[in-house]
């Protein structure tokens, strides 16, 4: 009984990090506005939106 009970903690455990891993591959989450690098009208290279200057902190 012990090892079914250990074997079902492992599986939802070991499919926690799965889903995880699979959202943060699609970029649903963790980004913080973060885009791809991209070249603004004035030539200048950029790596993050412009509503980004809000801090939290």
Known sequence: METIILIL???LAGG???NMMHVCKEGQGGSKGITDEYIT???I???AK???E???V
């Open 9 to 11: 903690i492992g599986a």
């Open 16 to 18: 926690a990090v799965v």
């Open 41 to 43: 009208k004035s030539g």
């Open 45 to 47: 290279k950029r790596t």
């Open 50 to 52: 412009k509503d980004r």
């Open 54 to 56: 809000e801090y939290i």
